[in-house]
């Protein structure tokens, strides 16, 4: 029988549109090892572990008269070089340049009628670096059936690891009767499931049946945001083209504030971006009155004794938290978000940094985009901003030899929100990756450097206790504590 696919997938791809594609990506920074690093490693690279990734080999299938909801079949015609592409920048490549070539890749639409997803070797960076984009549908990486490329193709050390024997062909694709008659079955043994098909069906309608009608459902949703959140600049009707701001600061920074005023690393990172949203709407004249706060939806882990080890979807919750943008000391701030975090942490489901760290692979990619669809599902909460943040291992990662040297995350916008945020700690480091619709936001990368002030503002807060460290980057084998 075809895998089909599940409600909650047919409602994200009911949202989607050419201003709110659905897809996550990453954006990871390379030294190349003296043996070099060129299109024709990473196709090979990509080869060898997609068969740990099976879901990278379908594409959707319609099921004739939208009877049940589309299935996944194997791609007859799966053409790797499709979906692994090259690009370079003129040399010497600068992290604007690239910037600017991730924000345009980030307003394109994936093709529905192959498999949902993309990898682009960014090579001409200066100092001889290159970069890797990979980019995924949110309905690809479920982290249960799928987890993210990227999580499989980092290796702990530059050796070259044992191919794996994958003698893969493409199953027979289902004809329409095939499929049909599949549909009808269904229905019949599980009648409870046509209420979910038909709607889930007429919201796909509604998606195609023309601008009038998608713009009076955008317009009722900036309504409704409107009711449940204040008014912001990050509230917007979306463009089809975005921007995206890449910022590097260090994990030691994060650690310091916490010895000294305590909660965790998570919650520095999190009173770093009040800083920063608050110290950018100053700059655009917003008011940030005492009372202010922003309303953020921060997906988190959580542990379920009841839940397989592996089925990390499960595994990922929303948390609603306010962020007072209206306190004017980064000290109350960061105490202000620890508290509201402590019921989290009170439960006993929280899940410490360490144990993310130590999930097979580079997990933050896969954390990311399950962290996204968790957003997505409950965008009706009406929230302001999405905060994403994932602790990566503290100890350098390869791709065929290459050692990965910066990791940022790249969210997809939400309808009606012009903002997302991603945070990502890797050896020794903390990457955002901001990403923003290029015409409500033409100023975002002050945002950028306003995150880099915030958290210098809480590490001086620090230091008047206690004597600061030198700034330079350091390895650790350690992980942050969240």
Same mark, same amino acid.
């Given at each position: 029988?075809?895998?089909?696919?599940?409600?909650?997938?047919?409602?994200?791809?009911?949202?989607?549109? *050419?201003?709110?594609?659905?897809?996550?990506?990453?954006?990871?920074? !390379?030294?190349?090892?003296?043996?070099?690093?060129?299109?024709?490693?990473?196709?090979?690279?990509?080869?060898?572990?997609?068969?740990? /990734?099976?879901?990278?080999?379908?594409?959707?299938?319609?099921?004739?008269?939208?009877?049940? &909801?589309? +299935?996944? /079949?194997?791609?007859? #015609?799966?053409?790797?070089?499709?979906?692994?592409?090259?690009?370079?920048?003129?040399?010497?490549?600068?992290?604007?340049?690239?910037?600017?070539? /991730?924000?345009?890749?980030?307003?394109?639409?994936?093709?529905?009628?192959?498999?949902?997803?993309?990898?682009?070797?960014?090579?001409?960076?200066?100092?001889?670096? !290159?970069?890797? @984009?990979?980019?995924?549908?949110?309905?690809? +990486?479920?982290?249960?059936?799928?987890?993210?490329?990227?999580?499989?193709?980092?290796?702990?050390?530059?050796?070259?690891?044992?191919?794996?024997?994958?003698?893969?062909?493409?199953?027979?694709?289902?004809?329409?009767?095939?499929?049909?008659?599949?549909?009808?079955?269904?229905?019949?043994?599980?009648?409870?499931?046509?209420?979910?098909?038909?709607?889930?069906?007429?919201?796909?309608?509604?998606?195609? *049946?023309?601008?009038?009608?998608?713009?009076?459902?955008?317009?009722?949703?900036?309504?409704?945001?409107?009711?449940?959140?204040?008014?912001?600049?990050?509230?917007?009707?979306?463009?089809?083209?975005?921007?995206? +701001?890449?910022?590097?600061?260090?994990?030691?920074?994060?650690?310091?504030?916490?010895?000294?005023?305590?909660?965790?690393?998570?919650?520095?990172?999190?009173?770093?971006?009040?800083?920063?949203?608050?110290?950018? @709407?100053?700059?655009?004249?917003?008011?940030?009155?005492?009372?202010?706060?922003?309303?953020?939806?921060?997906?988190?882990?959580?542990?379920?004794?009841?839940?397989?080890?592996?089925?990390?979807?499960?595994?990922?919750?929303?948390?609603?938290?306010?962020?007072?943008?209206?306190?004017?000391?980064? /000290?109350?701030?960061?105490?202000?978000?620890?508290?509201?975090?402590?019921?989290?942490? #009170?439960?006993?489901?929280?899940?410490?940094?360490?144990?993310?760290?130590?999930?097979?692979? !580079?997990?933050?990619?896969?954390?990311?985009?399950?962290?996204?669809?968790?957003?997505?599902?409950?965008?009706?909460?009406?929230?302001?901003?999405?905060?994403? &943040?994932?602790?990566?291992?503290? !100890?350098? @990662?390869?791709?065929?030899?290459?050692?990965?040297?910066?990791?940022?995350? +790249?969210?997809?916008?939400?309808?009606?929100?012009? @903002?997302?945020?991603?945070?990502?700690?890797?050896?020794?480091?903390?990457?955002?990756?901001? &990403? *923003?619709?290029? #015409? *409500?936001?033409?100023?975002?990368?002050?945002?950028?450097?306003?995150?880099?002030?915030?958290?210098?503002?809480?590490?001086?807060?620090?230091?008047?206790?206690?004597?600061?460290?030198?700034?330079?980057?350091?390895?650790?084998?350690?992980?942050?504590?969240?």
């Amino acid at each position: 029988m075809s895998e089909r696919l599940r409600p909650r997938d047919m409602a994200l791809l009911a949202n989607e549109s *050419a201003s709110a594609p659905a897809h996550n990506a990453t954006l990871e920074v !390379f030294e190349p090892s003296s043996a070099g690093f060129d299109y024709e490693r990473l196709l090979a690279l990509i080869a060898d572990r997609i068969a740990f /990734v099976p879901r990278y080999r379908q594409r959707l299938r319609a099921v004739p008269g939208r009877l049940a &909801n589309p +299935v996944w /079949v194997d791609d007859d #015609d799966f053409d790797l070089t499709f979906h692994v592409r090259r690009s370079a920048l003129p040399r010497p490549g600068s992290m604007e340049q690239l910037r600017e070539l /991730v924000a345009r890749i980030m307003s394109r639409r994936l093709d529905r009628n192959r498999p949902l997803w993309e990898v682009y070797l960014v090579e001409g960076l200066e100092g001889g670096r !290159f970069a890797i @984009l990979s980019k995924s549908h949110q309905i690809l +990486v479920d982290g249960i059936s799928t987890v993210d490329l990227g999580q499989v193709i980092l290796d702990v050390d530059p050796r070259p690891r044992d191919t794996v024997h994958d003698d893969w062909r493409p199953a027979r694709e289902p004809s329409a009767s095939a499929l049909v008659a599949e549909a009808v079955s269904e229905t019949v043994r599980h009648p409870s499931r046509l209420p979910e098909t038909v709607l889930g069906n007429a919201e796909s309608v509604a998606r195609v *049946a023309g601008s009038t009608g998608r713009a009076a459902v955008s317009a009722l949703a900036a309504i409704t945001n409107r009711r449940a959140t204040p008014e912001t600049p990050i509230h917007a009707a979306l463009s089809e083209q975005r921007r995206f +701001v890449a910022v590097r600061t260090e994990l030691e920074d994060y650690r310091r504030v916490r010895r000294v005023h305590g909660g965790t690393v998570n919650d520095v990172i999190l009173a770093t971006v009040t800083g920063a949203m608050r110290a950018w @709407l100053m700059t655009r004249a917003e008011s940030v009155h005492g009372s202010r706060s922003l309303r953020a939806m921060v997906p988190m882990s959580v542990i379920d004794s009841d839940l397989e080890p592996t089925s990390l979807g499960s595994q990922v919750t929303g948390h609603l938290l306010n962020l007072p943008i209206g306190e004017t000391s980064p /000290v109350v701030r960061l105490h202000q978000v620890s508290y509201a975090f402590k019921a989290h942490k #009170d439960t006993g489901m929280a899940v410490a940094a360490d144990r993310l760290a130590d999930v097979a692979g !580079f997990a933050p990619t896969t954390f990311h985009a399950l962290g996204s669809r968790v957003a997505a599902a409950q965008a009706r909460l009406g929230f302001d901003l999405v905060v994403t &943040n994932v602790p990566g291992p503290q !100890f350098p @990662l390869y791709a065929a030899g290459a050692q990965m040297l910066e990791s940022y995350p +790249v969210q997809p916008l939400l309808p009606g929100h012009a @903002l997302s945020i991603g945070v990502t700690s890797y050896d020794g480091g903390v990457y955002f990756g901001i &990403n *923003a619709d290029r #015409d *409500a936001l033409p100023d975002v990368d002050v945002l950028g450097q306003c995150v880099v002030e915030a958290l210098a503002e809480l590490v001086d807060s620090a230091s008047d206790t206690r004597p600061r460290a030198p700034r330079g980057r350091k390895k650790t084998t350690g992980s942050p504590t969240t």
